[in-house]
Structure formats: C-alpha cells, structure tokens
C-alpha cells in the first residue's frame, strides 16, 4: 500500500527544473511531501487535499489530481540546498483516523 | 516547545535481547506512528495509533509490539531483537483531518549484533 515514486534519482546542475511523481492505488484523502537530508529526520514541504490543487513553497510546487490518485512535485531553479531525498506521504480515506503511509523516495542531487 | 522527543539516539543490542523506544509529543496531536527506515527502503509503517486507545498494525509490524500509553506516549517494543531489526526508527505525530503536517522525532538508530 506504500505509494510508488518515479523517479528513484535525479541529478541535476544548479538552476535546472525537476518533477517528482508520486502515485497510489488507492483513494486518498491528503498527500504530503517531505524532504530529508542525510542523517536528519524528514521535514515538511507541504500537503495538498483537493483535485487538482497546487501549492507552493519558494520555488517547490506541487500538484493533486485526485481522481488518478497521483501527485508531482515541482522543483524550479534549483539550488543547491534542494539536494536530499523527498518523501511523498498519502492519506487514505478511513473513516476510522490517520493511516501516513510513505513512498521509496527520490534521491535528489544538486551539483554547481 | 519540544515536539516529537525520541529516547534513545543510539542502541546497540545483541541478538535476542529485548528493549523499548520511548517516543513523546507535547503538540496534543491525536495520531502517533511509527516507521523504520532502511537502506533504499523508504520510510515504511510499522504500528500506527488514530487516537488514544487506539493501535493498528502497518505494513511491517512482525516483530514488534507497541503501546498509547496515554494522548502524549507512544512507545515501540522490540521482544526478541534480530539482526533484520537494524535499522533507524522514527517516530511521528500528526492532527488527523486538520491539514497540517506530521512531525518527527530525531530518530532512534539501532544496530542489532
């Protein structure tokens, strides 16, 4: 029931564009995305709850299409403090409370 | 404001040795979980608890058992320790259905010899 990202790596120069993808098979109620740097815990980026919703963070945005249960994460002009790894985390629709389950992560490196 | 609060940072345990991870939040969230993290692996499940009183196995829960204390504790009991139980723990907080994120405790690194 984890949620499956692609893609597993990214490398990318300072100032290019990535997209991360998140997708579940089951009906969500929230996605959320972290990013964790090496030996730290995870730290939020932001959630997102209704179709086709999009937020941003600086220059990280990310989207929701609720009705193919998928999720992407955009990150602009990167710099060089993106480099980690992120997390997409789902929300099932239980009635019964919170289930966050958590994707493989994409491995994100920034190079100058 | 201390968030999630993790106990202990390192373990080291031999082989069929027994032990408990503390793990205490001070945000009154209702939802309290548990995941290991490995190599590749990702972040996955092992025990979640909705609310107080309240405990559902996730997606790797053989070989652990946990307790909901009370609202604030929730802790993470390893009976029999394998060496397949390496691995760092974390624990997370989070208010279902208000729309704000899960926080992490610093996470608990365990090596089992």
């Known amino acids: 029931q984890q949620p499956v990202q692609s893609p597993q790596a990214v490398i990318l120069r300072e100032g290019e564009d990535a997209v991360i993808n998140c997708s579940s098979s089951?009906?969500?109620?929230?996605v959320h995305w972290y990013r964790q740097k090496h030996g730290e815990a995870p730290v939020f980026l932001m959630i997102?709850?209704?179709?086709?919703e999009q937020k941003g963070h600086d220059k990280i945005s990310a989207s929701f299409n609720e009705k193919k249960q998928q999720s992407s994460l955009y990150l602009t002009a990167s710099q060089l403090s993106y480099s980690g790894t992120y997390f997409c985390g789902t929300e099932g629709k239980e009635t019964s409370g919170s289930r966050l389950t958590f994707g493989e992560g994409t491995q994100l490196t920034v190079n100058p | 404001n201390a968030g999630v609060t993790q106990t202990p940072k390192f373990q080291v345990l031999k082989t069929g040795q027994s032990m408990t991870l503390q793990c205490a939040q001070d945000m009154n969230h209702n939802s309290m979980y548990w995941y290991r993290q490995d190599p590749g692996m990702g972040l996955r499940l092992i025990y979640y608890s909705a609310s107080e009183g309240t405990t559902d196995k996730g997606e790797v829960p053989n070989g652990y058992n946990v307790s909901r204390l009370n609202k604030r504790e929730f802790s993470l009991r390893l009976e029999s320790a394998a060496p397949s139980q390496t691995s760092v723990y974390f624990c997370?907080?989070?208010?279902?259905?208000?729309?704000?994120?899960?926080?992490f405790g610093q996470g608990t690194r365990l090596t089992v010899v």
């Open positions: 089951k009906a969500l109620y929230s």
């Open positions: 997370a907080s989070s208010m279902w259905k208000t729309n704000t994120e899960a926080f």
């Open positions: 997102l709850l209704k179709g086709g």
